[in-house]
């Protein structure tokens, strides 16, 4: 299987050494590699000019966040490309990672996207993310995240794949899209697993394609605070469906409470004043994803009931 690597870079110079060695030490060798720069001002891009000139360098003008430097580099892959990775650049890739992700592909043709098992950099037995999961209370999150690896959130299909470890195949993004660049750098994998979900593309977990990450060392930090905010209020908005609303309204509208009484009890912290301006800025922003719902709804094709098969308690 030909596989396209898509790696978005912001000023991650210190980490790029080891992402990229590791992709040169892959038994499936990637397709290609391409490293989305997002105007950094370290020297990334002359390190990758001199030290990978196999990797192919697509340098922005501006700074278009993870999921407009993703999409970038999704459109530029070649159309060889039977499929896209999409691969942090604070990760290290074990050397089976692509050839165990491409097996699994083969393995599940319901399946239109893969979930890598993602790891702590430096605590290797445990995970960071066994694929995610979307609950009854219209959260995301990761399975397993900082549990012991030790096989007991191995499974066959998840909810959705981690971005910063996620292969889509080419023939479902041409289906469904890219990723929506308004969510910006938080819950656009969400976004885009439930578009595939309700689409009929199907999540495979590959428990052997394994990738260490940083785990948020090249982003992140009180600026997500504001976008979780807002984003987990656009996904309710713009993907879930009208039958998990009805089941689930009340155990939404509490989480959502709960969320904001927690920051409030916090507010002298920037975190949590951010996470009260997201949500915020979330509920201003509800009439733009109701005018995107009336696509993502009107391309479904799944049951009731396997939608809610799609939920964890």
Not at 83 to 103: M, S
Not at 158 to 165: D, E, P, R, S, T
Not at 277 to 296: N, S, Y
Request: hydrophobic share 45%; aromatic share 8%.
């Amino acid at each position: 299987m030909l596989i396209s690597v898509v790696i978005p870079n912001w000023n991650g110079a210190p980490h790029l050494h080891t992402c990229l060695t590791a992709l040169r030490r892959q038994t499936l060798l990637p397709l290609e590699v391409i490293l989305v720069d997002n105007a950094s001002q370290d020297d990334s891009r002359h390190l990758v000019a001199e030290a990978f000139p196999e990797v192919k360098l697509l340098a922005l003008p501006e700074n278009r966040r993870f999921a407009g430097a993703c999409n970038a580099g999704m459109r530029a892959a070649s159309q060889a490309a039977e499929a896209i990775a999409l691969l942090n650049n604070d990760t290290e890739a074990d050397e089976r990672w692509l050839e165990n992700a491409a097996r699994c592909l083969r393995d599940h043709p319901d399946a239109g996207f893969v979930a890598s098992k993602l790891r702590l950099f430096d605590r290797r037995d445990h995970l960071h993310s066994a694929g995610d999961f979307y609950s009854v209370r219209g959260v995301p999150g990761n399975r397993g995240v900082w549990q012991p690896d030790d096989g007991r959130f191995d499974a066959e299909y998840v909810f959705g794949a981690c971005g910063a470890a996620a292969i889509y195949r080419r023939s479902m993004l041409d289906a469904i899209g890219l990723l929506d660049e308004r969510f910006v750098f938080s819950c656009e994998d969400v976004d885009l697993a439930w578009r595939a979900q309700l689409a009929g593309y199907r999540c495979a977990f590959a428990h052997d394609a394994i990738v260490y990450h940083k785990v948020s060392a090249t982003g992140g930090g009180v600026l997500n605070s504001y976008y979780d905010g807002r984003n987990f209020i656009w996904l309710l908005v713009k993907d879930v469906p009208a039958e998990v609303w009805r089941a689930h309204f009340g155990d939404i509208l509490r989480e959502q409470w709960r969320i904001a009484w927690s920051a409030l009890r916090a507010w002298r912290g920037e975190a949590a004043r951010n996470r009260l301006k997201g949500q915020l800025a979330g509920l201003i922003g509800i009439p733009r994803m109701l005018r995107a719902r009336h696509q993502v709804q009107r391309a479904r094709v799944i049951s009731a009931e396997e939608v809610r098969s799609l939920l964890s308690p």
